[in-house]
């Protein structure tokens, strides 16, 4: 992609971020993507980058690598701390002069988008919009087989040291009580910004009690809340179709229009 700009960002506690921004193609400057990659992810891979040259036509992008992964610094707290990774992504997405921000995240960034939004109300940090891809409900799902070997590579020094290996590197501390906000508590929290929420019903890793619970609990907190289960669509970045990014930027575009009275008065307030 041309014109690309990598930066490292700093997060609130410290960790180096890597990130990129990648303006749109067309004149659409007014509004900017986060695009927050799934577990052992990053912006330089392929499946996500498809999805970053899909959303670029419709506004510019800011991708990052969660801290643990790819070229940031510090380990993966598996969506506690990650909060800040996104929170220092959307307030770079706001200093390169965008007005409308929505955060797009894919399974573990899909956890974590919903956790910032909801963090978040207030602060520069606030989002206009959230888009959450394949995400979990709740903590310590162990309900298929691939998620109890994902359990194994976390809670274990075998497990962590092969990830390592494949370039993520995971904390070794155990949460304690009380534990990080679940996604779905999130989702009752958010300050009433649109949602949407997707899914395929081919996920092998979260079935679908996972995005409706997430909607539901939503739609106590925002006026707009969406969800969309997919034919055939198993799981994240790496199988969402193309015609699906291109719907939910579509989404986004619209979700904006719809909030700009409304963040008027909460700039005017």
């Not at 055939?232 to 989404?251: M, N, Y």
Request: proline letters at 6%; glycine letters at 8%.
């Amino acid at each position: 992609m041309l014109h690309e700009q990598e930066a490292t960002l700093t997060a609130a506690d410290g960790i180096a971020i890597s990130a990129v921004h990648v303006p749109s193609p067309v004149d659409r400057g007014d509004l900017a993507f986060v695009v927050v990659h799934g577990f052992t992810g990053s912006w330089r891979q392929d499946r996500v980058r498809k999805v970053i040259s899909r959303l670029v036509l419709r506004g510019g992008v800011v991708a990052l690598d969660l801290r643990g992964h790819g070229r940031s610094g510090g380990v993966t707290t598996l969506g506690d701390a990650e909060v800040m990774d996104v929170a220092a992504a959307v307030e770079w997405a706001r200093e390169l002069g965008y007005a409308h921000v929505v955060t797009v995240g894919f399974s573990l960034g899909g956890a974590v988008v919903l956790r910032e939004a909801a963090l978040s109300a207030g602060t520069p940090a606030q989002v206009d919009a959230v888009v959450s891809v394949s995400a979990p409900a709740f903590w310590f799902y162990r309900g298929t087989r691939i998620m109890r070997i994902a359990h194994w590579m976390v809670e274990t020094v075998p497990g962590r040291s092969l990830m390592r290996l494949r370039g993520t590197r995971i904390s070794s501390r155990a949460w304690t009580r009380p534990y990080p906000v679940a996604p779905v508590e999130a989702a009752s929290r958010l300050p009433g910004i649109p949602l949407l929420v997707i899914h395929g019903d081919a996920d092998h890793y979260f079935p679908l009690e996972h995005p409706h619970a997430i909607i539901e609990a939503a739609r106590s907190a925002t006026s707009r809340a969406d969800l969309w289960i997919e034919q055939g669509f198993a799981h994240a970045e790496s199988s969402i179709p193309v015609p699906v990014i291109d719907r939910l930027g579509v989404w986004a575009v619209s979700a904006c229009a719809e909030d700009a009275p409304m963040q008027e008065q909460r700039e005017a307030g």
